[in-house]
């Protein structure tokens, strides 16, 4: 493996040279730059990424950290998409690391993010763990952006979507269509985002004055197995629901796999909706009516975030609310007949 002594002679330029074009400095003449940057390539130079950790103290690495729950979830691998294109046009790198709600593989990540000196971290809070993310920025002074969920008691710079108004108007559409036993099957009750979709819900009964009925609320994992399973509790009820609004993608496809395993067929048996729009919503038979959030936007509005503030740690939190779309598709009809 070439060393920065090696690029330096085969250059032709002191080993401090090689330093100074490796670190941007604009005190290299243009032809000294390009004799060297076409040593680096010859050789195939790699900077010791321990040696950078060295030299960048007191500094910055150009590197973020990026935290998500499920790798799987297509939702999350739009958010990682849109920090990875916004920290790449601003010259920074990012390590992605998916936590599975799990509070000892975010510690570990977070232990090695610190290890890569990362200039910053991205991450949705895991329920429970505040005390993780406030050492991180009271403590160790690492700008921190919470996105999809909200930290309680605590304000650092965060992004989410408007769950409450996603879920009134998915609700709110299958009640026009004459649906008045609505199944619900939110994800873990401690997350902020499944409380807020819950109120949605609500909200949208209390409006069109639709009695709620406790046994029409499941609580799920944002597992596609827990989708299935509560989909077929509320089927067996003595008075089953005759539409469905699924909180989470994945779910959703355990939802759509019970409701087909029973012989039924949205929308002329029952209607569903999905939170979370999927690249294939509009391949499944039928096509899915979804609340579409814009995750690509959330990752890059969190990418910006966390830049500002790493160029200004005294700036005021921001808190960036974007808004869902309700895109309808043809799993929703009106309610069947008694």
């Keep these: ?24 400095s604009p005190k290299v003449h243009a032809r000294t730059r390009k004799r060297v940057e076409d040593a680096i390539e010859r050789l195939g130079y790699r900077r010791s990424r321990v040696a950078r950790r060295l030299r960048v103290r007191g500094g910055r690495s150009h590197i973020l950290g990026l935290m998500i729950p499920d790798i799987q979830n297509p939702f999350f691998s739009d958010v990682a998409r849109g920090v990875e294109d916004y920290a790449y046009t601003h010259e ?11 509070p000892k593989k975010q510690a570990f990540y977070l232990n090695t993010m610190q290890a890569e000196s990362v200039d910053g971290i991205i991450l949705p809070p895991i329920p429970g763990e505040n005390r993780v993310i406030e050492e991180l920025l009271e403590k160790d002074r690492l700008p921190v952006v919470c996105l999809d969920r909200r930290l309680p008691g605590s304000s650092p710079d965060t992004v989410v979507v408007d769950n409450r108004r996603g879920a009134f108007e998915a609700v709110e559409r299958l009640i026009r269509l004459g649906h008045r036993r ?7 009750p401690s997350l902020s985002t499944s409380r807020e979709r819950l109120e949605g819900y609500m909200e949208a009964l209390s409006k069109h004055r639709v009695a709620p009925d406790s046994a029409l609320v499941r609580e799920g994992d944002s597992k596609y197995r827990s989708g299935l399973r509560q989909t077929d509790a509320l089927l067996d009820l003595p008075e089953p629901p005759t539409a469905f609004f699924v909180c989470n993608n994945l779910m959703t496809l355990g939802a759509l796999e019970a409701i087909h395993l029973r012989g ?20 499944l ?29 005294a700036r005021p ?9 309700l895109v309808v598709r043809q799993s929703c009809g009106p309610a069947p007949a008694a």
């Excluded at 920065?4 to 085969?10: C, I, P, S």
């Excluded at 250059?11 to 670190?23: D, I, P």
């Excluded at 609505?182 to 873990?188: E, K």
Aim: glycine share 8%; proline share 8%; hydrophobic share 45%.
């Design 182 to 188: 609505i199944g619900i099957i939110i994800g873990l």
């Design 264 to 283: 039924l067929h949205p929308p002329h048996d029952c209607s569903i909706i999905g939170f979370d729009d999927m690249p294939w919503a509009a391949s």
């Design 317 to 325: 939190a921001s808190l960036v609310m974007l808004q869902p779309e």
């Design 285 to 313: 038979n039928p096509p899915l009516t979804t609340v579409r959030q814009p995750g690509y936007a959330i990752g890059r509005c969190a990418a910006e975030l966390l830049l500002k503030r790493i160029a200004d740690p």
């Design 92 to 102: 920074y790198a990012v390590i992605l690391c998916s936590s599975d709600e799990d």
């Design 1 to 24: 493996m070439a060393t920065l002594q090696d690029v330096a002679r085969e250059a032709g330029v002191s080993s401090a040279t090689v330093s100074r074009v490796l670190n941007g």
